[in-house]
């Protein structure tokens, strides 16, 4: 059983090597542990620092790519050095790396697929009030987008087994963070959370600037996930707005129609307008409704392509490591 801990970073240099020296170099039931850094353009010496310190990969890319492309492209390298589980931390600390054995034991144990650390938010000292509110909010609406009870979903410390990381795809340019949730939730993707400990703030969070950036990027993350998953229930109760009010609009002119009234066209016209507009949407929804299905086809060849492609990679990788072994011990 193999482990590879992956972390994202970028200009990392002062906090990497603090957060390298935490991680465990064995747990229980795990044969190898090994690290790997997605070096996401830094202009530092964070490489510098992970290679003097051992670590066994290094993803890099010559500009500033995004979390949620960093993620992906560590999955991937993941996958193709013969990862059974991957997890994911931060590269300044904050997650207390003895608690990587939590994250992977229900894995382990074949409980999950997805494990997800739990912060204790009311408790961290450097989370503001407000920030403390927001999270727990932005909690709930994922477990509702999800059909989950994760209850941190911001939360970058999670642990995925190789069958979990061959399905993940991550659209959104922002962060994983939320959309994998979702996606693990809608495609039945066993997922399971485990309280875990943190570390005192060696930064501020460079993953947004102001606390309204977060709330409106997360909230498109969410939105944009509901249209992707489930975009025949969205589209038609956004369309059972405009298709109510011109109902209520064109009863109301037959009402006074009936009594007699002239005039109050302009009220038909509306109303049939809006009717015509929630009902455009209700079609717009059965359209993506067809995509939607046509789109968990393509993705069910694409974990397959992966899974053959990245089995035979893993193959590759472990007899050129046998190879280079016994001409070490001749």
């Avoid at 090994?34 to 620092?49: A, R």
């Avoid at 997650?95 to 992977?104: F, R």
């Avoid at 697929?113 to 450097?126: A, F, K, N």
């Amino acid at each position: 059983m193999k482990l590879i801990i992956q972390i994202p970073c970028y200009n990392e240099a002062e906090t990497l090597e603090i957060a390298l020296n935490d991680l465990p170099k064995s747990i229980p039931g795990i044969d190898e542990i090994e690290y790997l850094i997605i070096n996401d353009g830094s202009k530092d010496k964070t490489v510098e620092v992970a290679k003097n310190w051992g670590v066994h990969y290094v993803v890099n890319f010559r500009r500033n790519r995004g979390l949620a492309y960093g993620f992906m492209a560590g999955l991937d390298a993941c996958l193709r050095n013969g990862a059974d589980i991957i997890v994911n931390t931060d590269a300044d600390n904050q997650y207390n790396g003895d608690d990587i054995e939590k994250l992977v034991r229900p894995i382990l144990d074949g409980e999950t697929e997805i494990v997800i650390g739990e912060r204790p938010i009311d408790q961290t000292e450097h989370f503001s009030p407000l920030k403390k509110k927001l999270q727990h909010f932005g909690s709930w609406v994922v477990r509702k987008a999800s059909d989950s009870d994760i209850p941190d979903a911001p939360s970058g410390f999670r642990a995925f087994s190789r069958e979990a990381a061959l399905r993940l795809n991550v659209t959104n340019v922002y962060t994983y963070t939320l959309e994998t949730i979702v996606q693990a939730g809608r495609e039945k993707i066993a997922q399971t959370s485990v309280p875990i400990r943190t570390n005192g703030e060696l930064r501020p969070s460079r993953l947004f600037n102001s606390m309204f950036g977060y709330v409106k990027k997360s909230m498109v993350t969410i939105l944009r996930a509901y249209l992707m998953y489930s975009p025949l229930k969205t589209f038609t109760l956004i369309g059972l707005i405009p298709f109510l009010f011109g109902i209520a609009i064109d009863v109301r002119y037959l009402v006074i129609f009936l009594f007699g009234e002239g005039g109050h066209v302009q009220s038909l016209i509306l109303g049939s307008t809006l009717i015509m507009m929630g009902f455009m949407t209700f079609v717009i929804g059965l359209l993506a409704d067809v995509i939607s299905k046509e789109r968990k086809i393509l993705e069910d060849v694409q974990y397959h392509v992966r899974r053959m492609d990245y089995d035979r990679e893993s193959e590759k990788n472990r007899a050129a490591a046998q190879a280079e072994n016994t001409v070490e011990k001749k």
